[in-house]
């Protein structure tokens, strides 16, 4: 019989998507992207990721800040995994999803794991929104809560691909994407989690990253997009 999470595990890293973090897929870009986003948007609905149906939802009693600087080098990066060299935008999405599902508050710090997941970011800041992304991590109280339980999660992914109104706007103009080669990519998976005293369970996750892959260069992830998971 599967255990059921007890209160301070329900607080996991990344068993909800926080609300109020809907940004512009690429913001400060060209009009035909802004109006990418626009349509993104508005087919939205609300709130950023999508519990899976059927998906345990567990109540989060911390918010992390949605302001948090980036980290310094110096931090290392702990068990977070270093970007790989992928220039296709969904096979970069998904990788950069099940990082992000990932941890291990026994051997990473909370500034470790920020470090780690900074690496992955766009070096153009004009279309890198830290906000969004550091958003997922924990506040430093639910991060050293999370600690004392030893909690730890490992992530598959199921699939990934573009959403429905990202292709439909690529089709109405094809130049769109030359401007900032930003990717909109919804990612499908499963997060394992596990804390001390064989506790445990699993999770559906879903996310839809900006993704920024130029010709001749690797990708790499610019924020965390509205929820588009058609």
Known sequence: MR???????????????????????????????????????LLTGGGNGHQAPGAAAPTRTGSPSSTEAAPKPSSGTGSVPKPPQIAEPVAYAKAAAQMLWSYDTRTTSRDQQLAGIHTWMTDESIYADWASVSGQVPDPV??????????????????????????????????????????????????QIAWKKGGGGAEERAVTLAVQCRPSHDCALAAIAPSVTQ
């Open 142 to 191: 639910l991060w050293s809560r999370m600690a004392d339980q030893e909690q730890h999660a490992t992530a598959g992914v199921t699939e990934g691909h573009f959403p429905s109104a990202f292709k439909q706007a690529l089709a109405d103009d094809p130049s769109a994407i030359t401007e900032a080669y930003i990717y909109v990519v919804t990612v499908n998976g499963k997060q």
């Open 3 to 41: 255990k059921r999470f007890p209160s301070l595990s329900a607080l996991s890293y990344g068993t909800h998507w926080p609300t109020g973090k809907r940004i512009a897929i690429v913001a400060s870009a060209v009009a035909v992207l802004l109006a990418i986003a626009a349509v993104v948007a």
